[in-house]
């Protein structure tokens, strides 16, 4: 083994690097079911759970969460503000293009409309 080089690299682990792992962190349902489990928050909020999820109940009802129908229409009216916005920005381009048009021909221009 002589004449060998051996190099040995220590890789170090940075630290705090992971979240904060909460043991016994609290779900909460719309129902208002409520149990604990494992997770990086300590309280969860959520719409819908194994106690009132259709699947799992083998009842069919109709699952609204709540604020859907808001969202949607406020994604709409930001949709339909873009759209109006974008047009402005369309006709300010076009009214810059069509001052570009408006400037005096050259010579050469000139000349090449009288042939």
Do not use: W
């Not at 051996?6 to 719309?30: E, G, L, R, S, W």
């Amino acid at each position: 083994m002589t004449g060998t080089k051996f190099c040995v690299k220590i890789a170090f682990m940075k630290t705090n690097v992971h979240p904060q792992y909460y043991d016994d962190a609290q779900v909460i349902c719309a129902c208002g079911n409520t149990f604990t489990t494992g997770s990086t928050r300590q309280v969860i909020k959520v719409e819908i759970c194994s106690k009132c999820h259709p699947f799992f109940t083998g009842q069919m009802k109709f699952v609204d969460t709540q604020g859907q129908i808001q969202k949607f229409t406020a994604k709409q009216q930001r949709a339909v503000k873009m759209a109006d916005t974008m047009a402005k920005k369309k006709a300010k381009k076009q009214n810059l293009f069509q001052t570009e048009e408006k400037k005096p021909l050259t010579l050469r221009e000139m000349l090449m409309q009288e042939n």
